[in-house]
């Protein structure tokens, strides 16, 4: 006796007819596979994704997803390089938050831009107005209502705290006439 071979189904997608009813079903199948570590490892990696792209932008994200998987890697090497990568980023995140800290609670030296505008650029503390910090990456901006031209915008290096200076020059507002 000859069998028959057997036709074989063509397994239809369900999305088209009902996608609500196929998405939950995926999702459920998801979460039955995985495993508490999976979902924290998602959610580490949610956060530090997050504030890699606050710090930053685009390649901060990119930088501190890699970074994570690199530094639980079994390599010892690519370990290493991980966390030297997160350290970066939590440093570079922490300094300038630090160094204000310890300025207003009186710890570190105080008039740190004062010093610095005196010995580079002769200024006295009535010759401009410090603007803030602007930490490590983000740089200066314009106060507002002025523009390029109505005076000078000074960027203090970050290794000093990183600090926004406006001089204003005659005629802009601010400044002496």
């Known amino acids: 006796m000859v069998k028959k071979p057997r036709k074989s189904k063509k397994k239809k997608s369900t999305f088209l007819e009902d ?25 580490i990696l949610g956060l530090i994704g997050y504030e890699g792209y606050k710090l930053w932008g685009t390649s901060g994200l990119l930088s501190g ?6 530094a639980t890697a079994p390599s010892e090497i690519a370990a290493a390089s991980g ?19 310890l300025e207003e609670h009186g710890l ?3 008039g740190v831009v004062e010093k610095y505008m005196k010995e ?15 930490g490590f990456l983000e740089g200066c901006s ?9 005076g000078r915008l000074i960027n203090i290096p970050a290794a000093i705290g990183g600090w926004c200076v406006y001089t204003p020059t005659v005629g ?3 400044g002496a006439g």
């Open 19 to 43: 996608p609500l009813q196929s998405i939950a079903l995926h999702i459920g199948k998801i979460v039955d596979n995985s495993s508490v570590k999976d979902v924290a490892e998602v959610g």
């Open 65 to 70: 997803i890699v970074g994570f998987k690199l």
């Open 83 to 101: 966390v030297i990568t997160l350290a970066t980023m939590g440093l570079t995140a922490a300094v300038p938050s630090i160094a204000e800290w």
């Open 108 to 110: 570190a030296e105080s």
């Open 120 to 134: 580079h650029y002769g200024l006295d503390p009535s010759d401009y107005t410090i603007l803030g910090s602007h």
């Open 142 to 150: 314009w106060p507002e209502g002025v523009s390029p031209g109505q």
């Open 172 to 174: 802009s507002p601010g």
